[in-house]
């Protein structure tokens, strides 16, 4: 297993001196090339879950049980080891692809500096591996591109240019945090593809966070269900949109848009009855 959480607990120091957990107690299993979709409503403790994977949780916080990636605990061990795993094994996707992105150097720029810092490459080849990378994210036009700055690129670019920047040192875990969010439905649906292809294609680890099951079901093979910090359900994403056991999925589902449920059907993800709430 490449990762697996037991018993992950979350809680808060607050300055009045009380401390309040977040999230109670999850448990979750992660194999190589698998995606896992975690879904839930805004304060469900997504964002909490993977910051504590990446080891990025604020000093207020305290955590309990395991976390072990390759092995390794990470929630024992030391900092300096945690940043050499986040820069080389676990890459990140943000909702606001300009918040990772240096808007002052151009995008190719941007790609190769990691590949030159951390892989030693000559100045050559991580322009022609940026080059690379750029036309695997489906950037067109990739070799006139690769100058552009990131304010002259669209969302959908931009959240491009991020996750080539996040598979450039061929981590085995990506984690994705709303990474389309901030994206009409036609760019989502691009950069949800592109996710998918390169799990599939490299083999990565995806953890896909999205409030909206819609977004899940498109390439989850496995969804968490989270409510404020507890699981409500976990399983196979097929299973889980099919016949969901708990109340708080089938309010979600109900909640998605009839669109979506409509791309869910022809995707095969959901038949029957519970395809067509409408
Ligand atoms: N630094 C912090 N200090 C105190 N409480 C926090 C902190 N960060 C998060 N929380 C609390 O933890 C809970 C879970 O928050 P989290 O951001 O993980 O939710 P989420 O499911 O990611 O929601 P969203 O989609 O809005 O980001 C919330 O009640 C939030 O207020």
Redesign the pocket.
């Known amino acids: 297993m490449m990762l697996s959480i037991k018993d992950l607990r979350v809680s ?1 120091d607050h300055s009045t001196g009380a401390r ?1 957990e ?1 999230v109670h107690g999850i448990n979750l299993d992660l194999d190589r090339g698998e995606t896992l979709g975690i879904v ?1 409503e ?8 993977s910051l504590a994977i990446m080891g990025l949780l ?1 000093g ?2 305290h955590t309990s049980g395991q976390i072990r990636f390759e092995g390794e605990d990470l929630l024992a061990v030391p900092e300096r080891r945690l940043c050499d795993l986040r820069g080389r094994k676990i890459g990140m996707i943000f909702q606001e692809p300009m918040s990772a992105l240096n808007p002052a150097m151009t995008v190719g720029n941007q790609i190769a500096e990691g590949l030159r810092l951390h892989k030693g490459m000559s100045k050559h080849d991580a322009r022609n591996e940026a080059l690379r990378l750029l036309e695997m994210v489906q950037i067109p036009q990739a070799a006139t591109r690769i100058d552009s700055y990131p304010h002259e690129m669209s969302g959908g670019q931009r959240q491009r240019v991020g996750i080539a920047i996040a598979i450039a040192l061929k981590p085995d875990l990506l984690i994705a945090d ?1 990474p389309t969010t901030a994206l009409d439905v036609t760019v989502q649906a691009e950069i949800l593809d592109i996710l998918d292809d390169l799990v599939t294609d490299l083999g990565i680890s995806l953890i896909l966070i999205s ?1 909206d099951l819609g977004v899940i079901a498109r390439i989850a093979d496995r969804t968490l269900v ?1 409510y404020r ?1 507890d699981e409500m359900e976990q399983g196979d994403t097929e299973r889980v949109l099919r016949s969901p056991t708990h109340d708080y999925t089938r309010k979600l589902l109900n909640a998605m848009p009839s669109r979506a449920r409509k791309s869910l059907d022809q995707t095969g993800a959901m038949t029957g009855s519970e395809a067509n709430h409408d």
């Open positions: 808060f309040t977040v839930g805004s304060g469900s403790g997504k964002s909490v879950l604020p207020s916080a709303e409030h989270m910090g």
